[in-house]
């Protein structure tokens, strides 16, 4: 059985903020210069194992939380409570109960979204970003996401994400296993299914997990996805749209933190979503003025796939500031 034994050399704690409790990975020295890990969808602090020792042996303290909803975090039942304004302000009631007055920054996938967000209303509490796989899109300052993501089609998977309880459904047709696992392992350009097909069954079930995960690894992700479901997780993308509306007082900011923006080539969103042409044609340096940019040779879970990679490419860039 997977448990938190197998990962001894990180110390685990439950912290209050922001009306929940976060459970919360460190690992390092405590008067070390803090790095806040983020995860994205569907993952957990284990997400940073490979950064988190690395960085622990450079001289950092990682800080790896299971956000809002996941893992051995709090799972709010209400729907709206998972705005980016909930999950930045659970970062902030942490920074603020472990006496850290500022941070460096990593983050992935949904953990990248929340972490420009982080960087855009608290600036101040940011010494510097690396973030991975969704670059920052300025607020469009009249059209909804999801009405911008009709594009895609009925069947792309954020669009079948909005109702309430189809994905679940969709997922449970599956064991959680067998659901991480597709996710884990997509390598196509376009999460569309094709018309009247949920896109959990479009996915193919490998026979065999990624290699960039152990059999260990992904007992404990199942572990903790069969305790709480994927609800929580799946309301981040329920409340894209609300979000967006209370954005407006931020219409037209830049984001000014120094920021290393790192990309797989063969990331699910480098092509579907225009996200290499974004970054490429300066579309991203526009918005994030103090902006290097790394593409390097990988899919979308990219800080495990590459880990080596990765974690030289975020030492690097922090050590280069301190």
């Not at 990975?25 to 602090?45: C, K, N, Y």
């Not at 670059?135 to 909804?144: G, I, L, N, Q």
């Not at 299914?193 to 690894?217: C, K, Q, R, V, Y």
């Not at 996200?275 to 899919?299: A, C, F, R």
Request: aromatic share 12%.
């Amino acid at each position: 059985m997977a448990n938190e034994e197998k990962f001894s050399e990180v110390r685990h704690r439950q912290v209050a903020t922001n009306r929940i409790t976060m459970h919360v990975a460190e690992q390092g020295d405590l008067s070390a210069p803090p790095v806040l890990l983020l995860h994205g969808f569907p993952e957990l602090w284990l997400s940073w194992r490979h950064q988190m020792a690395a960085l622990a042996a450079n001289g950092y303290r990682a800080i790896a939380p299971d956000l809002r909803g996941y893992g051995d975090t709090d799972v709010p039942a209400d729907p709206a409570a998972y705005t980016i304004f909930h999950i930045v302000g659970d970062l902030i009631g942490l920074l603020d109960q472990l006496e850290l007055p500022r941070v460096f920054v990593v983050g992935h996938d949904w953990g990248a979204n929340v972490a420009w967000h982080l960087c855009l209303f608290r600036p101040d509490r940011v010494r510097a970003l690396v973030n991975m796989g969704v670059p920052y899109f300025p607020r469009h300052p009249s059209v909804k996401p999801t009405e911008r993501l009709k594009a895609f089609g009925e069947g792309f998977y954020i669009t079948q994400f909005q109702e309430a309880g189809r994905a679940e459904n969709s997922f449970a047709k599956y064991d959680v296993l067998t659901v991480l696992k597709k996710v884990f392992s997509i390598k196509m350009d376009n999460l569309s299914a094709p018309p009247g097909m949920e896109i959990m069954d479009f996915l193919e079930a490998p026979t065999s997990h990624p290699e960039w995960i152990s059999d260990n690894e992904l007992q404990y992700f199942s572990e903790k996805f069969q305790k709480n479901g994927f609800t929580g997780p799946l309301n981040y993308y329920r409340n894209m749209d609300l979000s967006w509306a209370l954005m407006a007082p931020w219409q037209g900011a830049k984001i000014e933190v120094p920021t290393k923006f790192i990309l797989g080539d063969k990331d699910i969103g480098c092509i579907s979503f225009g996200t290499s042409m974004y970054v490429k044609s300066g579309g991203l340096k526009s918005v994030v003025p103090n902006l290097e940019v790394v593409i390097i040779d990988g899919h979308h879970f990219i800080q495990q796939e590459k880990a080596e990679e990765v974690t030289s490419e975020i030492l690097s860039y922090f050590s280069s500031l301190c």
